[in-house]
């Protein structure tokens, strides 16, 4: 292979979603030659794939947004509290043509493979249409969901019926009437199609592995009032929410929930639980994602509102979760969740004490019924954080690629930006970045790099990589952080994909950070105070 004598750009970016057009924006404005690039045939990436029935967010439009433009922040409306997922691509499309960044973003194009060409310093792209460019620096918007996972059920690809994938949902929407529908997983995406299906469908079918704590909402239309009052405070709203341990407009709670009698505790729950969402579980108390003791109380909390809301007492209580902490995994907005099952048509069936056994041609097999069925849902989730980067070829200094770094080295990177061995190599929202609202740590990640990108310009660095020690630190305070959470909690383990755990065989490395989004931020306002000292290797 000859050395690669010139750049094509100064900066490509895989993935055109949040992360991407943030990064091209900021690099641009830098004076970068950025290019885009993305697999789909639509810009927005998690926003262009997701189109299961019920996708919204479950952050609220206040902080769902980025605060870097005026004209955008000016012009764009948002239509609900908790915007659809038709909203947010349509608020990203508005983006794109109002920072006038389509230009730079070449849609169907796939990255199969990047190499590192130390004699040139640069990086040798791969297309799967056959083509190659090359760029001084190569920068990873892919997302940290973005590569679903089926179950290995034996018989799977015998079903008659169709199947969807949440997450690989037909543009055209499906029609579940008059149909006898079923669904396996019941995460983020599930809890939001339950309710949707739960409606259209003839007989719906919910198999549940396991109970999800899910904190219910409303989702009102979005006023005037509220859109002008967003309009003339949204510096102070998005560096409220870059503060906040989960990336959320919202005030850290001030109270361990151990330090009120029960009266004031049962208030607190109540109130914030009539807010919703995210209020719940970050405006309560201060100790709920830390301490067992008051993780505990809202578990039990949550439990009597689903008693409360669910009319048959056996569905309810195999609703109620009780084998791992609230907040030991992330936890669900719904939107009318619990009531659906008070339905006729919907039936809840538990596949803990009676598995799954097989996919048949006519339906699903759990213990030793047979469920007939038109339609068969997996919600069952993604190879998360590592899964998109290990799934082309990212090949670095010493011909590895990341995927047999990590396996031989155990997951590490710095600051979730870096990772020693790979030079100018960025990510957004790489492994062990926090585990919040991403919309805020996209655009301060995309701000942070473009400074350090024109300090090493300014600085005559053209080789910019982390150092192992560093890597190491950081993987280390990442655990200690995820371990100082009830993620951990002794016997009552949630696993799930924080943890690699979704994934037959995956290695358990804890792949977000857990330490808080406000901290994270302190982080890498150091290291570029200090002149990028782990960001030096070469
Ligand atoms: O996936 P998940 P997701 N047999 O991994 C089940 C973000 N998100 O797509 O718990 C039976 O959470 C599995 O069961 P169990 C958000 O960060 C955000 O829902 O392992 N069941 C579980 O119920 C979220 O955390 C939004 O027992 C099987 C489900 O599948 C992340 O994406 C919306 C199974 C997987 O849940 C992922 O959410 C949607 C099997 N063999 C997603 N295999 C919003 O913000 C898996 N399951 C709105």
Request: proline share 4%.
């Amino acid at each position: 292979m000859s050395t690669p004598t010139h750049s094509d750009y100064d900066a490509l970016v895989i993935g055109a979603g949040f992360s991407g057009l943030a990064i091209l924006h900021h690099l641009r404005e830098a004076g970068f030659n950025t290019h885009v690039v993305d697999g789909a045939d639509g810009i927005g990436g998690t926003w262009w794939i997701n189109r299961y029935p019920g996708v919204r967010t479950d952050s609220e439009y206040s902080y769902y947004s980025f605060s870097f433009s005026k004209e955008v922040r000016e012009e764009w409306v948002w239509k609900e509290r908790y915007p659809s997922g038709e909203e947010v691509l349509a608020y990203l499309e508005f983006v794109a043509d109002r920072l006038d960044l389509r230009r730079d973003i070449e849609l169907n194009t796939f990255v199969e493979r990047a190499v590192y060409r130390e004699e040139a310093n640069l990086w040798e792209i791969s297309y799967r249409d056959g083509r190659t460019v090359t760029a001084r620096y190569l920068v990873s918007g892919m997302g940290v969901l973005s590569q679903p996972v089926l179950p290995a059920i034996p018989g799977i690809e015998t079903f008659r019926g169709a199947t969807y994938h949440a997450a690989r949902w037909p543009r055209e929407g499906v029609d579940f009437t008059g149909k006898r529908v079923g669904i396996i997983g019941l995460g983020a995406s599930g809890i939001q199609i339950v309710p949707v299906v739960g409606r259209e469908a003839k007989d719906f079918f919910v198999f549940q592995r396991t109970p999800n704590y899910v904190v219910e909402t409303t989702n009102e239309a979005v006023t005037d009032e509220q859109m002008r009052y967003l309009r003339e405070n949204y510096d102070a709203i998005f560096e409220k929410a870059a503060r906040h341990p989960f990336g959320v407009a919202m005030e850290p709670a001030t109270h361990s929930a151990l330090d009120v009698s029960p009266e004031e505790r049962e208030r607190i729950f109540n109130g914030k639980w009539n807010e919703g969402g995210f209020h719940f579980a970050n405006e309560c108390f201060t100790d709920l994602a830390t301490d067992p003791e008051a993780s505990e109380l809202a578990a039990e909390f949550i439990r009597g509102k689903i008693r409360e809301i669910v009319r048959d007492p056996g569905t309810a209580e195999l609703l109620c979760p009780k084998n791992y902490s609230f907040n030991g995994k992330r936890v669900p907005t719904g939107h009318d969740y619990y009531a659906t099952f008070n339905r006729e048509n919907v039936h809840l069936v538990d596949t803990k004490s009676s598995p799954i056994t097989a996919v048949t041609e006519r339906g699903l097999v759990v213990g030793d019924t047979e469920y007939e069925l038109d339609v068969l849902i997996f919600a069952t989730g993604f190879d998360a954080m590592t899964g998109t980067l290990t799934a082309i070829d990212i090949v670095g200094r010493d011909g590895r690629t990341l995927a047999e770094k990590w396996s031989e080295e155990g997951l590490r990177s710095n600051l979730g930006i870096s990772i020693s061995g790979y030079p100018n190599f960025f990510m957004s929202l790489g492994v062990q970045t926090p585990y919040s609202n991403l919309v805020v740590p996209i655009q301060l990640g995309a701000q942070w790099l473009q400074r350090l990108l024109v300090w090493a310009r300014e600085h005559g660095v053209d080789r910019i990589e982390s150092t192992p020690e560093a890597d190491e630190a950081w993987r280390r305070e990442t655990e200690r952080a995820a371990k100082a959470t009830v993620m951990y909690e002794e016997g009552k383990k949630a696993g799930a994909w924080f943890i690699g755990d979704n994934i037959p065989g995956k290695p358990e490395e804890i792949n977000v950070y857990m330490g808080g989004h406000g901290v994270y931020q302190d982080f890498c306002r150091r290291e570029e105070e200090a002149g990028y000292p782990t960001f030096l290797a070469a």
